[in-house]
């Protein structure tokens, strides 16, 4: 998560591309005739990838930022899900050197409501290499930050690539350039803006590596500012998302890539997170990585999500709105 402009930290919040849709992971059931199961294999084999020292940190504009967006690409590739422009890259405009955003578009199936759309998204860029090394280690591989945030919207891309059950339409996208001030969600906002994109509500995912110690699954940043953590709790039959003080105090609404969305469309467009200040020590760090994740809570986190996003996804209405 990034917050160079808004708080005062620093930024908060091919190898495989085919992998094993099933395992023997917790299942969810989202309809009478159909079980579908979220692969730890599979998290854990691209969240290794995406936290290797090969990437060399994921810093915009550079190799290894580069060979996280074609990982990336070919994913999109091996689902079928298309792009929604020419490509699946999204220059961005707004940045000295080539950089990316991966956007990949999933029609709904709804003849009226697939013109509707909700974007699932999570940056991939991360700080990079770092001057300050920690027993010979420089590469601030960014593990929890935000790897595991890319490996939720990686896997409800598969979910609903398989499943073909999205009435509306939804956009997948790994955003570039949030560590250098949300410069890809900044780009593709206004982008997306000037051309009349009917954006019904936007869902983030930043720092999901490691569980609190609360009673709801996830938190959500500006939490007042829609109805959308009342409604995901009815959608999953609990309370799954809940309030956390500490983001508003470091005013993370303002922080992530679901801030230039509210800006230019004026909807809900919120981020969810696990990095409550109190469970995870190496934020920007080099010790940020993948020994660090815990991937069987990441794949059940995943799995509680899909039931969420399918009914967000499909309700009839547009049920999540702005507060007055």
Do not use: W
Not at 58 to 79: P, Q
Not at 257 to 285: G, I
Request: glycine share 6%; charged share 25%.
């Amino acid at each position: 998560m990034n917050s160079i402009k808004y708080i005062s930290i620093s930024g908060l919040f091919s190898m495989l591309f085919v992998l094993p849709i099933f395992s023997q992971s917790a299942s969810v059931a989202v309809s009478e005739k159909m079980v579908y199961s979220v692969s730890k294999d599979s998290v854990s084999t691209r969240l290794e990838y995406l936290t290797s020292d090969l990437l060399e940190g994921r810093y915009t504009g550079t190799k290894g930022g580069e060979l996280a967006a074609v990982h990336l690409e070919n994913y999109f590739k091996s689902l079928s899900i298309s792009p929604y422009f020419e490509s699946y890259r999204d220059k961005l405009s707004n940045f000295e050197k080539s950089a990316y955003n991966i956007v990949g578009f999933l029609e709904g199936t709804d003849p009226k409501l697939k013109d509707e759309f909700i974007i699932f998204s999570a940056h991939y860029d991360h700080i990079g290499i770092i001057d300050k090394k920690v027993e010979k280690d420089s590469i601030a591989n960014g593990a929890n930050d935000n790897a595991t945030g890319c490996l939720a919207v990686a896997e409800i891309a598969r979910y609903f690539s398989s499943q073909k059950n999205n009435k509306r339409s939804i956009l997948f996208v790994f955003f570039s350039g949030e560590e250098k001030g949300l410069l890809g969600s900044r780009h593709l906002a206004a982008k997306l803006k000037s051309e009349n994109f009917n954006l019904y509500s936007m869902l983030n995912f930043e720092m999901i590596g490691v569980p609190m110690k609360r009673d709801f699954l996830t938190y959500i940043t500006g939490y007042n500012k829609s109805n959308m953590a009342e409604k995901l709790n009815e959608y999953a039959g609990k309370k799954t998302v809940g309030f956390l003080q500490a983001e508003l105090h470091y005013r993370l609404f303002m922080a992530s890539d679901n801030f230039p969305f509210f800006l230019e469309f004026n909807v809900p467009a919120q981020t969810v997170s696990t990095f409550d200040f109190e469970n995870y020590e190496y934020y920007h760090h080099v010790s940020d990585d993948f020994s660090q994740m815990n991937t069987e809570f990441m794949t059940d986190y995943i799995q509680e999500m899909l039931p969420i996003v399918t009914k967000m996804v499909n309700a009839s209405e547009k049920e999540i709105v702005l507060k007055k």
